[in-house]
């Protein structure tokens, strides 16, 4: 059962994300190209680890690794609030700051879903959580978690309790926002070369958008 929300989702935002401290009908009315917003999250912890989740077996995707997010609902308050309900939801953490969107190009993934064949446009942001010390999972979504650096993004491996833990993502366009993420971060705090240093010789190289 997914973690319940004791008490209101309450955070901060950069100014930039402005437009999307709204409510999804407003939203899709300014943008009728859309048929639904869905949204993910970057939280990395103190160590500039991010996490990543697996999915369940029994559901869509068994197996692959994402990071928390879902559909944004008409009953958020926000598309904001939308992506503080996932994250606790999926992973019992709660949001405190949304700084940034966070994605190739403009920041809009846009897919049609595989069920009802609508047109979906996925925003992600890194957030800041209040504590990042224990991560609770919906066993109806999720059955495992990682806190994971670039390198291991970019190898699809690490060391976990002296065994090797593979994984692999839900999708390219995943993979891409995640690696805009650490490159962001990583350039914030120690500037363009220490990126191109990190991620040269690996099969990706500068093109890391290349595979969306």
């Not at 953490?93 to 897919?111: E, K, M, Q, T, Y």
């Not at 990583?186 to 500037?191: R, T």
């Amino acid at each position: 059962m997914a973690p319940q929300l004791s008490s209101p989702l309450s955070f901060t935002h950069s100014l930039s994300l402005s437009e999307f401290a709204t409510p999804l009908k407003e939203y899709l009315d300014q943008h009728p190209e859309y048929d639904g917003i869905a949204g993910g999250a970057l939280v990395f912890d103190s160590q500039n680890r991010l996490l990543i989740m697996q999915r369940a077996a029994h559901d869509s995707m068994p197996n692959l690794w994402e990071i928390p997010g879902g559909a944004i609902d008409i009953t958020d308050d926000s598309i904001l609030h939308g992506i503080g309900r996932e994250v606790f939801e999926e992973a019992g953490l709660r949001v405190s700051a949304l700084s940034r969107l966070i994605g190739p190009g403009d920041g809009h993934a846009v897919f049609i879903s595989s069920t009802k064949k609508l047109k979906i446009c996925k925003f992600t942001f890194e957030v800041e959580v209040e504590s990042t010390d224990v991560v609770t999972l919906d066993p109806n979504e999720h059955q495992d978690y990682l806190w994971v650096t670039v390198e291991d993004c970019l190898n699809h491996r690490l060391e976990r309790d002296g065994a090797v833990v593979e994984f692999k993502f839900t999708r390219p366009a995943q993979e891409a926002t995640i690696l805009e993420g650490f490159r962001l971060r990583m350039e914030a705090e120690s500037g363009v070369d220490q990126w191109r240093k990190t991620i040269n010789g690996h099969e990706k190289g500068d093109n890391i958008y290349d595979f969306l």
